[in-house]
């Protein structure tokens, strides 16, 4: 009877220390995952400043207007100069 609980005890600390590996595992996993979500976060952001930059063909300090004028791309405000000067 002592032998079997003995043996339960060790089977049992030995599941025991297993599963604190996986935990340890799994907590560096976690860290590393956080990590790439915030420099992820950050590469999207200044993606998406530079994106601003191209649409609007500068720096967008202050609020976007929301009137229809208000998002004409840089592109197509030259496009259209060019198509007025040849007429």
């Known amino acids: 009877m002592k032998d079997d609980l003995?043996?339960?005890i060790e089977w049992?600390?030995?599941k025991i220390e297993t599963l604190e590996k996986h935990?340890?595992?799994l907590e560096r996993e976690n860290?590393?995952?956080k990590?790439?979500?915030?420099r992820t976060i950050t590469s999207l952001e200044e993606q998406n400043q530079e994106t601003k930059k191209i649409i609007y063909g500068h720096e967008?300090?202050?609020a976007i207007r929301k009137d229809p004028q208000s998002f004409?791309?840089?592109h197509a405000g030259n496009k259209n100069e060019d198509d007025d000067s040849s007429g």
């Open 23 to 25: 935990i340890e595992t």
């Open 60 to 62: 967008n300090r202050g």
């Open 12 to 14: 049992l600390e030995h």
């Open 35 to 38: 990590s790439l979500i915030g």
């Open 6 to 8: 003995r043996e339960e």
């Open 72 to 74: 004409t791309s840089y």
């Open 31 to 33: 860290f590393h995952m």
